[in-house]
T-cell receptor, first 114, second 115 residues
Framework: DGGITQSPKYLFRKEGQNVTLSCEQNLNHDAMYWYRQDPGQGLRLIYYSQIVNDFQKGDIAEGYSVSREKKESFPLTVTSAQKNPTAFYLC?????????????FGEGSWLTVV | AQSVAQPEDQVNVAEGNPLTVKCTYSVSGNPYLFWYVQYPNRGLQFLLKYITGDNLVKGSYGFEAEFNKSQTSFHLKKPSALVSDSALYFCAGGGTTSGTYKYIFGTGTRLKVLA
C-alpha cells in the first residue's frame, strides 16, 4: 500500500537530548513536510523539502533540523535547543509544492519531554 | 496576511441530522481550499478540495463542501450525520500566488455526533 510511515509513534525525550523522528513515503512524491500540532492550534510548518538535498525553513524551524538524502525519506531531529518540544508531529508529502496540490499526512508521532 | 478561520471550536449534532462545519478564508489570488478529518492519535485524512469550477465539491464518506466566493466561505456539509463522523475537522487553504508550503490550516472544529 502506498503511504507515509512515521516512527516511532511515541517517543520520550530527556532534557538536553536530541531525538530523531523518522518519515518514509512510497508515493513517489517530490515534496515533503514536517508540521507540529498543539492542542487548540492549527498545524504549523517546521520544514519542507522540494527535492533531494534541499530543504527550507518553515514558520517554526528554531530548535529543529532535517535532512533529505533520499527522495523517500525526510527525518526530523528535535534538538535540545527546542525548549518546548512536547507535541504531536506530522510528516506529510505532496506530488510537488505547486499551488493546488493536495498534501497527504502520515499517522503522526507523539514526543514528550520527561 | 493569509488566514483560514474555523469559528466554532465544537459542533454537536444528532445522528441522522444534517451537519455543517464552517470555514472562512482570506488568501492571495484565487483560493485552493481543503478539508481534512483527524481521528484521535491519528494523522489528517484528506476529504475533499476546491480548485476551480463547481461550487459544490463532493468528497469521501458522503461529505461535500460549498464554496462561496462572495462570503469567502467553504463550509463542510453532510446530509445525514453518523456517530462515526465524530472527529476533529480541519479546513486549510492557499492562494494561486503561493505554493503548498504556504497553506494555512484552521484551528480545527470538533464534531460530536450524538446517538
Amino acid at each position: 500500500d502506498g503511504g507515509i510511515t512515521q516512527s516511532p509513534k511515541y517517543l520520550f525525550r530527556k532534557e538536553g537530548q536530541n531525538v530523531t523522528l523518522s518519515c518514509e513515503q512510497n508515493l513517489n512524491h517530490d515534496a515533503m513536510y514536517w508540521y507540529r500540532q498543539d492542542p487548540g492550534q492549527g498545524l504549523r510548518l517546521i520544514y519542507y523539502s522540494q527535492i533531494v538535498n534541499d530543504f527550507q525553513k518553515g514558520d517554526i524551524a528554531e530548535g529543529y533540523s532535517v535532512s533529505r538524502e533520499k527522495k523517500e525519506s525526510f527525518p526530523l531531529t528535535v534538538t535540545s535547543a527546542q525548549k518546548n518540544p512536547t507535541a504531536f508531529y506530522l510528516c506529510a508529502s505532496s506530488s510537488d509544492r505547486g499551488p493546488g496540490n493536495t498534501i497527504y499526512f502520515g499517522e503522526g508521532s507523539w514526543l514528550t519531554v520527561v | 496576511a493569509q488566514s483560514v478561520a474555523q469559528p466554532e471550536d465544537q459542533v454537536n449534532v444528532a445522528e441522522g441530522n444534517p451537519l455543517t462545519v464552517k470555514c472562512t478564508y482570506s488568501v492571495s489570488g484565487n483560493p485552493y481550499l481543503f478539508w481534512y478529518v483527524q481521528y484521535p492519535n491519528r494523522g489528517l485524512q484528506f476529504l475533499l478540495k476546491y480548485i476551480t469550477g463547481d461550487n459544490l465539491v463532493k468528497g469521501s464518506y458522503g461529505f461535500e463542501a460549498e464554496f462561496n466566493k462572495s462570503q469567502t466561505s467553504f463550509h463542510l456539509k453532510k446530509p445525514s450525520a453518523l456517530v462515526s463522523d465524530s472527529a476533529l475537522y480541519f479546513c486549510a487553504g492557499g492562494g494561486t500566488t503561493s505554493g503548498t508550503y504556504k497553506y494555512i490550516f484552521g484551528t480545527g472544529t470538533r464534531l460530536k455526533v450524538l446517538a
